[in-house]
């Protein structure tokens, strides 16, 4: 009983390490280049997004998941963001002023 216990705590523990390090490296760099707060969206100018099959920069307008994250934002600011497609939209989940 406690070998099951203790397999299933170190398989809780190192899945939520994988999750942790996938998130902290999935922010892209990118800057502000438009803020629609009313339409809950900005546009980006990026670098390549691998895992999405961006391969290079390019500039896309983004939706965002919380519309609160546009508050304060100005086209010219520095980001990193975490850039998801959900639903065929693109999507920041996450957002940070660098």
């Known amino acids: 009983m406690r070998k099951t216990a203790l397999t299933l705590a170190t398989g ?5 390490a994988s999750t942790f390090a996938y ?9 502000v280049k438009k803020v629609d707060p009313s339409a809950g969206k900005l546009t980006i100018k990026h670098g390549a997004i691998k895992s999405m099959h961006m391969d290079e920069g390019m500039t896309h ?13 100005k086209a010219g600011a ?5 850039p998801a497609n959900i639903n065929g939209q693109f ?3 996450r ?3 660098r």
């Open 12 to 16: 809780l523990a190192l899945s939520f």
């Open 78 to 82: 520095k980001i990193r963001f975490e």
């Open 23 to 31: 998130s902290q490296s999935a922010m892209v760099d990118g800057e």
């Open 95 to 97: 957002l940070e002023k």
């Open 61 to 73: 307008v983004w939706r965002a998941q919380d519309p609160a994250m546009l508050k304060d934002l």
């Open 91 to 93: 999507t920041v989940m």
